[in-house]
């Protein structure tokens, strides 16, 4: 399996970005796909998650109304929109896979990782 991120960079505050994640190796559509992220000596943290089928959707609180996470099941991709982006969203960005999370809200429920993409929202 194998997951890889892109669509990072830097953007001033107030500005949008869209990650993708690009899966192979996997049935993607039986998959729950999840983002996180990890600032700088911080622990990694959910972001958000999509459940196969792109039926149901989790957020964390932070990014609730700004971020929107998608799932194209064609191109075994999963997305991650994110607007209005502020100096604290500032971190590495990992898309994760998972058949059946035990905890959609915790890194050590998902299987798959990719490498991680850098997000750098400057004030």
């Known amino acids: 399996v194998q997951l890889q991120a892109s669509g990072g960079g830097l953007v001033q505050a107030g500005g949008s970005l869209r990650l993708s994640c690009a899966a192979s190796g996997l049935t993607f559509s039986s998959y729950v796909m999840g983002w996180f992220r990890q600032a700088p000596g911080k622990e990694r943290d959910f972001v958000a998650a999509i459940r196969w089928s792109g039926g149901t959707t989790y957020y964390a609180d932070s990014v609730k109304g700004r971020f929107t996470i998608s799932r194209d099941d064609a191109k075994n991709t999963v997305y991650l929109q994110m607007n209005s982006l502020k100096p604290e969203d500032t971190a590495v960005y990992y898309c994760?896979?998972?058949?059946?999370?035990?905890?959609?809200?915790?890194?050590?429920?998902?299987?798959?990782w990719g490498q991680g993409t850098l997000v750098t929202v400057s004030s």
């Open positions: 994760a896979a998972d058949r059946s999370p035990g905890n959609w809200y915790t890194p050590n429920s998902y299987d798959y």
